[in-house]
């Protein structure tokens, strides 16, 4: 069985950190706020045991390949949000990204950040050479941020997603590894430490 020291990612202000059981309260607080996860096809939380149930998933999906998820921690190891490597094709050497963040903490930056550690580690250690992201019609805000970052717009996909009853359409935006590499993201200080999981690691180039 596969065991190794967690991977994670330091960054100027944040660190990027597997989820811990303690996390589930703060995680609760944070995504319980309809704002939050208006485009999302889960939550709001309305309890704190929807957050733990959701920690005590991941150490399998690490495992499987299927989701390798941080926690987005501050300097005092309080989670803020969420982040997440998923959609892997290893063969294709990509995946897309999946990110929440705190309410409070909208236009501090943190998101910039949080993006960055993650680009650090797709394009490193897993060796990617496409990170992905899909984004709600309905959210500007959102697709203004991965523009900003440099990532580019392949349009609509429509009626890509559920939420309940309900179709959405998604727009569609991809980062390949030499635009990160010439990127502001790219010159974020980061130090990784640990090992990825083997699931999620492209073999070498």
């Not at 897993?126 to 990170?131: A, D, G, S, T, V």
């Not at 959405?168 to 430490?193: C, F, K, N």
Request: net charge neutral; with cysteine; aromatic share 10%.
């Amino acid at each position: 069985m596969w065991r190794t020291q967690q991977l994670t990612a330091h960054g100027p202000r944040l660190t990027l950190r597997y989820p811990q059981t303690a996390d589930a309260r703060r995680l609760f607080e944070l995504a319980s706020n309809e704002e939050v996860t208006r485009y999302f096809s889960w939550g709001p939380y309305h309890q704190q045991g929807q957050a733990a149930e959701w920690i005590a998933t991941l150490r399998s999906h690490r495992m499987d390949g299927s989701a390798l998820e941080f926690a987005i921690a501050d300097s005092g190891d309080e989670p803020i949000g969420v982040i997440a490597i998923l959609e892997v094709s290893r063969r294709d050497r990509r995946c897309v990204i999946g990110i929440w963040i705190g309410r409070p903490y909208w236009g501090s930056g943190a998101g910039d950040e949080s993006e960055a550690l993650l680009a650090h580690i797709a394009f490193g250690p897993l060796r990617m050479e496409r990170l992905g992201a899909w984004v709600d019609v309905n959210n500007p805000r959102s697709q203004h941020a991965f523009a900003r970052l440099g990532f580019v717009n392949e349009g609509v996909l429509r009626a890509f997603q559920r939420h309940g009853d309900e179709r959405r359409d998604l727009v569609a935006y991809s980062l390949l590894r030499e635009e990160w590499e010439g990127s502001a993201m790219a010159q974020v200080p980061v130090e990784i430490t640990g090992e990825a999981p083997p699931k999620f690691v492209c073999a070498p180039r």
